[in-house]
Nanobody, 123 residues
């Protein structure tokens, strides 16, 4: 499975962006999909994930109530709607798929990764 993240850009604080993660293979539909982000000089951190059935979602406390993860399995695509963006949300955002562990926030427990898309929030 190959993942392609897109939708990043420059936005003012308080604005919104929607990221997309397009997958190449049908098996994507059976995988948990996650978004992580990595700010300059920081570790890559968990943002959100969604199960294969588009039912269960998890969010980092820092984005709860502002971000929403979703997926369209017919289009082999996952999304991250980001609202009320703040400068601290500035990071490269990565999508990941196929969760193979027990800790959903652990980046080492996802098998496939996209290349990342840069989100910059100005104050």
């Amino acid at each position: 499975v190959q993942l392609q993240a897109s939708g990043g850009g420059l936005v003012q604080a308080g604005g919104s962006l929607r990221l997309s993660c397009a997958a190449s293979g049908r098996s994507f539909r059976s995988y948990t999909v996650a978004w992580f982000r990595q700010a300059p000089g920081k570790e890559r951190e968990f943002v959100a994930n969604i199960d294969w059935g588009n039912v269960n979602t998890k969010y980092a406390d820092s984005v709860k109530g502002r971000f929403a993860i979703s997926r369209d399995n017919a289009k082999y695509t996952a999304y991250l709607q980001m609202n009320s963006l703040q400068p601290e949300d500035t990071a490269v955002y990565y999508c990941a798929a196929q969760f193979i562990g027990t800790d959903h926030s652990n980046r080492n427990q996802y098998h496939y990764w996209g290349q990342g898309t840069l989100v910059t929030v100005s104050s």
